[in-house]
Structures are given as structure tokens and as C-alpha cells.
């Protein structure tokens, strides 16, 4: 059965803009939930300096967890090369964080969708990255998940492989055992196309997932589109208790089970507060439960 990680996506600004959360207090919070782990994001204050990653491991072990994933986004389609340069060495250091933090994975993610920027060139520039950050991770027992991104809630520009056609073009580039791709099925809603389409396509090579459900709380699709390029997420997007948006998490799991999948789904959702993410956790755990039934039960936690 696949584990259960949660993202902390409601305290984002606290814990790498204003630093009014520490790590050590999401950690006691999210350890109350019925989760296996916790995905970390690589601008949290906390883990700036490199000498309090054993004690941010240690307290996450602690706790009964572990942290499989980190969260980053590294902006690879820069048409200046020193620029990719920059963003390859932030990436290896984010592929040290993530071992060092007793991680598995890494995300990476194509970068910034640049007017100026060809289909080809930012295809050309994601790979050639990515490629170069892999030796590095294998190194290190760490595999890069791609995701098939919406935008970097810091970034200016949405997702250059934010489309599908993109998105997969970009996957067959890259031949690794050291890289996969983390699915977020609310993000294909996003680009206007449809989830299980994108799933079905690169179903082999889903090694994490990231569970959210999406909805706009005005407005439509396209108005979203004209928003695109405003600096972080259009206001008018939501993400809210997972069950109760668009996706479709019993076709989801059908599909992820007949490919064998066993990897880790991360919640990305509980902006509205721990509730939300407690309900977010009890729907998740039911679906896996339907969808897994005879592999060995995860453990429960008070």
C-alpha cells in the first residue's frame, strides 16, 4: 500500500517568508495527523543552514515519521546559461538536503514558461539540467521526480511543462533509474486538459504522488489564464479539502493499482487549517484502504 505524507501548504509564509512557525512546530502539529511522513519544501528557514539538518531529521524521526520527499523548484529554462548553471548547483544542494534529511526524493521542475523561450529551446534546456543534477542524485540514493506543475507559488511565470504535450515530450527525454515523475492531478485541471488522460500517459513512470483537490472559488478557467503571469498563485484559485473538488480519486487509484504503484502520496491541501487536513487524511486513508485491500494496513496514529 502506498504511504501517506503531508505538505505544509497552509503555513508556506510562515515557515519560509516570515519565519513566525518553525519547522520543530510543524512537526509536533503534523504528528498528530494519521500520516507516514512529511514532505519538506526547500525554502523553509529552518533549513538554510546545512548543521541543522541532522536535528530536523532526528525530530521528524522522532515523531514516528520520516521525510521521503523534498519539495523544490528549480527554474531551468533560463535562456541565459550562466543562469541554468546557478539553478543546477541550487539543485544538487537540494539533492544533499533531501539525503541528509533521510529523503528518497528530490522534485525538480522544467521552470518558468518565458515568452521569449521556445517550445524546443525550454524542452532542450529543461533536460539538459535535469540530466546534469542526475549523477548527483544517484550518488546520493536520491531519485528526481518531475511534476507536471501548475507554478511556484514565488514564481512570476506559470510552468513551462505545464501542458501535457510538454510535459510527457520533456519525461521522454530523460532515461534514468534515478528519475520519475510526482503526479499532481490537479494541476492538469489547471492547464485545461484532464488528469486521468495525463495519468494514463505516463502511469509507468509515477514513482510519488501529490494529493489535492482544486477549485475556483470565482470566475473560470480562463479567467485564471489571464492571471497567469501575476506574481504567485491567481487569488481566485483554491485548494480545499481533498474529496470535495474536482478529481476523480477513485479512477485515480484504479489506474495508479494497475500499474503497481506503492510510492508515496503527499497531501497538498489544508489551507483552511488542520481540519481541513485531518479530513483531507481520512479520505485519502479510506480510498487507499478500497484501493489496497491486500496489502498489510499502514499504521494508525492517535
Not at 141 to 166: C, S
Not at 167 to 188: K, M, W
Not at 288 to 301: C, D, N, V, Y
Request: aromatic residues 8%; negative net charge.
Amino acid at each position: 500500500m502506498p504511504k501517506l505524507a503531508a505538505f505544509p501548504k497552509a503555513y508556506l509564509d510562515q515557515l519560509c517568508v516570515d519565519g513566525s512557525m518553525s519547522l520543530a512546530e510543524w512537526i509536533d502539529v503534523a504528528a498528530t495527523l494519521d500520516i507516514d511522513g512529511l514532505e519538506f519544501y526547500s525554502g523553509i528557514i529552518d533549513l538554510k543552514n546545512p548543521a541543522g539538518w541532522p536535528e530536523a531529521r532526528k525530530r521528524v524521526e522522532d515523531a514516528g515519521l520520516v521525510m521521503p520527499m523534498l519539495c523544490c523548484s528549480p527554474d531551468f529554462t533560463h535562456p541565459d546559461e550562466s543562469f541554468r548553471q546557478r539553478q543546477i548547483e541550487l539543485e544538487k544542494g537540494w539533492i544533499e538536503m533531501a539525503a541528509a534529511l533521510g529523503g528518497s526524493f528530490c522534485r525538480v521542475l522544467s521552470g518558468q514558461r518565458r515568452p521569449e523561450v521556445s517550445r524546443a529551446d525550454g524542452i532542450r534546456y529543461a533536460a539538459e539540467c535535469i540530466q546534469a543534477c542526475l549523477p548527483h542524485a544517484a550518488e546520493r540514493g536520491i531519485t528526481l521526480i518531475l511534476e507536471n506543475h501548475y507554478k511556484d507559488g514565488y514564481w512570476e511565470h506559470p510552468e513551462f511543462a505545464q501542458k501535457m504535450d510538454v510535459f510527457c515530450d520533456l519525461v521522454a527525454e530523460i532515461d534514468s533509474p534515478h528519475f520519475g515523475v510526482n503526479y499532481d492531478p490537479s494541476n492538469t485541471i489547471l492547464a485545461g486538459e484532464d488528469p486521468l488522460e495525463l495519468l494514463d500517459r505516463v502511469k509507468h513512470r509515477v514513482l510519488t504522488m501529490h494529493a489535492s483537490d482544486r477549485y475556483l472559488a470565482e470566475g473560470t478557467i480562463e479567467d485564471l489564464r489571464r492571471e497567469e503571469d501575476s506574481l504567485g498563485y491567481a487569488r481566485r484559485l483554491r485548494h480545499g479539502e481533498i474529496g470535495k473538488g474536482m478529481n476523480d480519486y477513485d479512477a485515480i487509484f484504479s489506474v495508479l493499482v494497475s500499474v503497481g504503484f506503492d510510492g508515496w502520496v503527499s497531501i497538498e491541501d489544508g489551507v483552511d487549517g488542520m481540519d481541513q487536513l485531518r479530513g483531507s487524511v481520512r479520505f485519502l486513508r479510506d480510498k487507499m484502504a478500497r484501493h489496497w485491500p491486500s496489502q498489510p494496513g499502514m499504521k494508525t496514529r492517535a
